[in-house]
């Protein structure tokens, strides 16, 4: 993985850019970005599954040092987590090419847009993420499915936890 970092208002000159970052993930392919944002996505589940044990813990009075920093440690990995992927999307969907190039044409294929439906899904539903990254992702998620004609990414960027329960996967 590569990080590059880019000014704003290069990023942004692409009328096809989605997303202006300041600094995004270039991989070798997508293959491989594919394969770290399910490895970020299942961290997410994990430590979302812990926080939410930690609250169900404390709730029952059961309190100590130990559960606390396992919550803040949880949180801190999902904003890590998040952010990661968040870096990963330009690439992902042909924004910038695999040396950091500011593409004026996105590749957006239905492959790239499949790649990412399970990770945007995990980040608009966790409970303990930032308010701003779950309408990202229902952003992000609305974005595929106008690019590659992917009537999940709509969906899912749809759904309501009414519809789903205590599942965010």
Request: aromatic fraction near 8%; charged fraction near 20%; glycine fraction near 6%.
């Amino acid at each position: 993985i590569n990080r590059m970092t880019t000014s704003l208002d290069q990023a942004s000159k692409n009328g096809n850019a989605i997303f202006s970052l300041y600094s995004f993930d270039c991989y070798q392919d997508l293959w491989a970005a594919c394969v770290w944002n399910t490895y970020r996505a299942a961290r997410i589940v994990l430590r979302d599954t812990i926080s939410e044990c930690v609250e169900v813990s404390a709730s029952s009075g059961i309190t100590n040092e130990s559960l606390s920093d396992s919550s803040f440690k949880s949180m801190v990995l999902i904003e890590a987590m998040i952010q990661d992927i968040r870096a990963s999307v330009p690439f992902v969907l042909g924004q910038v090419d695999s040396l950091g190039n500011v593409q004026t044409e996105g590749d957006s294929t239905a492959l790239s847009g499949q790649s990412l439906l399970w990770p945007m899904n995990i980040i608009h539903k966790t409970k303990h993420a930032d308010a701003s990254h779950n309408i990202w992702a229902s952003e992000v998620l609305i974005e595929i499915g106008r690019r590659t004609g992917l009537m999940r990414a709509m969906a899912l960027a749809n759904r309501t936890p009414s519809m789903e329960g205590n599942i965010m996967w």
